[in-house]
C-alpha cells in the first residue's frame, strides 16, 4: 500500500511538470503609439525622403537598416520613395529617430510553498499467528499511507532590467509656401521590456507604428504582439 501510494504521487508530479513544460513560450511585446498629424489626401502619393533626425548617425549601418524599414512601410501607404542624393527635392521629408535608456531594475519577492508530509491518511495492519496448545503468539506488520501536503512557505526574490525604447518618426512639408517646412506629422513609440537592444524590437515597433497609420490624430494607441518563442528574438521583450 505505502509503494503504490508514493508511486501515484510521483505520478501525479510528473504529470503536473510535463503540463507545464508544454505550454509554448511567448515573446511578447507591447508598444504605446502616440501621434499628431495635419495629414491630407493630397500628401498620399507624394515624394517623401526619409532622413536621420541626429546628424551623427547618417552613416550609421544601424540607422541605414532602419531608415529601409520605414521606407517599405512608407510605400505600402503609398509614398514614393526619393534617396536623399538623387539631386531632386522630395515633397515631403520624414525624420527618424530612435533610442534605448539603461534600464531599471525591478525586483520581485514571492512565497514559494514547501510540499512536504502532514499527516498519515491510512493504515493497514498484517500479521500471523502461532498456536502451541494453550499458547500463542502474533506477529503483525502496520503499513501507514503518508499525506502530503503544504508545510510552509519560504521567501524567494527575482530581479529582471527593464528598458524603455523609443522611436520618433516627424514628416515635414518642404514645399509648402511657407518660409519654413512645415510639420505634418509626429508620432512616437514607446516600448518597455527585458531586451536592451533597439535592434531587437525594432520590426515589432515599427509594426505597431504603421498599423494604423496614419490614425486618428491626439490618439494614445497601445498594441499589444505576441509571437512563439522559437520564432522571436533571444530574449523575452
Not at 510540499?115 to 499458547?135: L, R
Not at 514645399?175 to 515589432?204: L, M, T
Request: proline residues 4%; charged residues 15%.
Amino acid at each position: 500500500m505505502k509503494k503504490t501510494s508514493v508511486v501515484l504521487q510521483t505520478l501525479v508530479i510528473v504529470a503536473l511538470l510535463t503540463s507545464c513544460a508544454s505550454q509554448p513560450k511567448v515573446s511578447r511585446n507591447v508598444s504605446d503609439v502616440s501621434r499628431f498629424h495635419e495629414l491630407n489626401s493630397g500628401h498620399f502619393g507624394s515624394t517623401i525622403t526619409v532622413l536621420p533626425a541626429n546628424k551623427a548617425v547618417a552613416d550609421s549601418l544601424e540607422f541605414k537598416t532602419y531608415k529601409q524599414k520605414v521606407e517599405y512601410y512608407l510605400t505600402s501607404k503609398g509614398f514614393g520613395i526619393l534617396p536623399a542624393d538623387s539631386g531632386r527635392p522630395a515633397r515631403l521629408t520624414a525624420l527618424l529617430n530612435y533610442g534605448i535608456d539603461d534600464g531599471t531594475v525591478v525586483t520581485e519577492t514571492y512565497s514559494v510553498p514547501i510540499i512536504g508530509q502532514t499527516g498519515v491518511s491510512s493504515s493497514s495492519t498484517s500479521g500471523y499467528a502461532n498456536i502451541y496448545g494453550n499458547y500463542g503468539s502474533y506477529s503483525g506488520t502496520t503499513y501507514y499511507t503518508p499525506s502530503y501536503g503544504i508545510t510552509g512557505y519560504s521567501s524567494q526574490s527575482a530581479s529582471a532590467t527593464f528598458y524603455t525604447r523609443v522611436v520618433h518618426l516627424d514628416i515635414f512639408d518642404t514645399a509648402s509656401a511657407q518660409s519654413k517646412p512645415q510639420k505634418i506629422y509626429e508620432a512616437k513609440v514607446v516600448s518597455e521590456g527585458r531586451c536592451g537592444s533597439v535592434n531587437q524590437v525594432i520590426d515589432k515597433m515599427l509594426a505597431a507604428l504603421f498599423k494604423n497609420f496614419v490614425g486618428p490624430s491626439g490618439v494614445t494607441e497601445r498594441v499589444v504582439q505576441e509571437s512563439p518563442y522559437e520564432e522571436a528574438s533571444s530574449c523575452f521583450q
